[in-house]
């Protein structure tokens, strides 16, 4: 792999193991955080060190556990519950949601099960056996990748998704956000619900550097 240095000593994640990456990609991704901080460190603007720490340190013993919250994010995915009005917010989810949705069928090899509302509806044993089996053949590092884009989008659709290339970080998250979005064309954006977003476009433009990093 590629290590990450600080000048010439080497960098360390929170339980002490080496930061090293599997590409010089990911590495230059890490190292580039590093060399935009100033007289304070501040981590909590480093979002690729912060996954590559949880994907040295984190993830090796929990490959199964977060293999598992993935298919239960899949369980009740994002992307399978459409609105039931306005007319206008049931059609761009139409519009939007159904191709991705039927391309994870197509790729997945899956059957999801669609539902109009909130109420919540399962999905068969075998497609959440399937994702889950997706998420254990990826490496540490691209699961860490998935986690944190499932959790970010609330639907693991969505991260697998950016994990292979079907849109970019921003589709992503706007994708995941075509309710609020729609409210916010409506009723206008509160000052901490656009600093809210703009967090998360900053993490999901990571993660989409994450995953081409990969390769």
Known sequence: GFAVKLDSRNLRSPRAALMVLPTRALADLVAEEWAGQGEHIEMALMHAT???????????????GTAGQIADYAGSDLLCYFAQDPAGLVDRQQH???????????????????????????????TLAKV??????????????????????????????????????????????????????????????????????????????WFKALG
Do not use: C, Y
């Open 96 to 126: 939007h949601w159904v191709p991705v949705l039927e391309r994870a069928e197509r790729e997945f090899d899956v059957a999801f099960v669609r539902a109009a509302g909130i109420v919540h509806r399962a999905q068969p044993d075998e």
């Open 132 to 209: 889950k089996a997706m998420a254990l053949a990826m490496d540490d590092f691209g699961l860490a990748g998935v986690a944190f884009g499932t959790a970010l989008f609330g639907s693991a659709v969505l991260a697998f998704g950016l994990a292979r290339g079907w849109m970019d970080g921003v589709q992503a998250l706007e994708l995941s956000r075509l309710d609020e979005i729609f409210q916010e064309e409506k009723w206008g954006v509160d000052d901490e619900a656009a600093e809210r977003t703009a967090r998360h476009v900053v993490e999901a433009q990571m993660l989409e550097r």
């Open 50 to 64: 912060r996954l590559a720490n949880t994907a040295l340190d984190a993830i090796p013993q929990a490959r199964d």
